[in-house]
């Protein structure tokens, strides 16, 4: 300690001039200053915070999970609604990209696509269409041509499946 004192006293005062009292240098201060700054650097730049991003790995694989279960989605709110009549035991829906719904007929046909539509009782469903979502109440048969529908009815009958990635469900 007391050798760090006569540094400090050495740094900190001039040569005893009789005109003049002790006091700090320039060269003294801008000592000091240095110090301060360099002290202070040093101190900000050894964290902790390369040790937390070394030791951060990204996982092996994602984490998402397959579910078994169905899943349903309600229509968009703002989608176009329009019904088909049933005309002579028949009704063909053509409207694509619309909410339809059809009464209780003998033959119904799908000919649209990405579209949703809600059947009666029908004796024969054709869906010659894509991307539509049907639920019926009670279908005999049913017929799917199209690729990538889903014909969901309260009794599930057997379908004939000339398309790919349909999906046919029992309420």
Do not use: W
């Not at 002790?22 to 240095?34: E, Y």
């Not at 902790?48 to 279960?69: F, H, L, M, W």
């Not at 019904?83 to 719904?101: F, H, I, L, Y």
């Amino acid at each position: 300690m007391k050798h760090e004192m006569e540094i400090l006293s050495v740094l900190f005062t001039e040569p005893e001039h009789p005109m003049r009292p002790k006091h700090f240098t320039r060269h003294s201060l801008a000592l000091l200053g240095a110090l301060a700054l360099v002290t202070t650097l040093a101190a900000c730049s050894a964290t902790d915070g390369d040790a937390d991003r070394d030791a951060a790995k990204p996982s092996s694989s994602p984490t998402a999970t397959k579910t078994t279960e169905p899943q349903y989605f309600a229509p968009p709110a703002d989608i176009e609604k329009s019904a088909v009549e049933c005309t002579d035991g028949a009704a063909t829906v053509t409207q694509s990209n619309q909410e339809v719904t059809v009464p209780d007929c003998a033959k119904v046909t799908i000919d649209a696509s990405n579209s949703v539509v809600h059947l009666g009782a029908v004796e024969d469903l054709v869906v010659t269409g894509s991307i539509n979502d049907v639920a019926a109440k009670a279908v005999t048969t049913i017929t799917v041509t199209g690729n990538g529908n889903r014909v969901t009815s309260d009794n599930g009958p057997k379908p004939k499946d000339g398309g790919q990635q349909n999906v046919f469900e029992k309420r």
